[in-house]
């Protein structure tokens, strides 16, 4: 799944996370957001898109090993 996000959803995946991490919210891309809730690695919230678990997992996998 990760491997057919476009760049454009994984820009999205990525502000998300950093937006939970921190709680500043980059732009998200509306169109990327939507369809990263379809995929389920993102959620609709009153303050717009929060990541899933299922997201981080995406985002921690494409980002290797720990060193």
Do not use: C, H, Y
Not at 35 to 55: F, Q
Request: proline residues 6%.
């Amino acid at each position: 799944m990760a491997d057919d996000l476009t760049d454009a959803q994984l820009s999205a995946l990525e502000n998300l996370a950093r937006k939970k991490a921190d709680g500043a919210a980059p732009f998200i891309n509306i169109g990327a957001a939507r369809a990263l809730t379809d995929l389920g690695l993102a959620e609709r919230s009153r303050e717009g898109w929060d990541i899933t678990p299922e997201g981080s997992a995406v985002l921690a996998r494409r980002a290797g090993p720990p060193s």
